[in-house]
């Protein structure tokens, strides 16, 4: 049995999962407004992704026979400045949530609960990829400068990525 602390601390972080899925699928709405395609389906499987991560908490809870609360999720923003200004935000947000996980370690390393601190290493081990994904990108972003044929490839590239699903084994169902 999970302790309150905890219980409400994995609640938190399942409330803040969906709003980073809330949040890219916002962004990738604004990337189709603005014809950009690739950028808008890379978006979308980030969202899908994310959601997968908030499931991934609720399964969790449901497994440990623990309270599960669905909170308030706030409205994110819908327009963006610039292309690079949408993946510098992804980047702070990515490495909040990755604080917020740590945050989640230490608090089962305090209580010495092993089977959440286990359940946490798939998180601690994504987070690494989630800022590398998104550090990829805005490097592309900063070469490619105005280019705007070089934005055109970019766009293209960045279509083909392809959302892979969890494993039933993987999101605890
Ligand atoms: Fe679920 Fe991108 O953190």
Known sequence: MLKEETVNAL???MRKEFYSSYLYLSMSGHFEQIGLKGFAHWMFVQYQEETDHALKFFNYLKSQGSRINLMDIKEPE???SSILMVFNETLNHEQYVTSCINDLVDISEKSKDRATWNFL????DEQIEEE???RNVIDQLNLIDDNKSALFLLDKE???RIYVPLAAGQTGK
């Open 11 to 13: 609640n938190e972080q």
């Open 78 to 80: 819908h327009e963006w």
């Open 121 to 124: 290493q798939w998180f601690v």
């Open 132 to 134: 590398e994904n998104v």
């Open 158 to 160: 960045i279509g083909q």
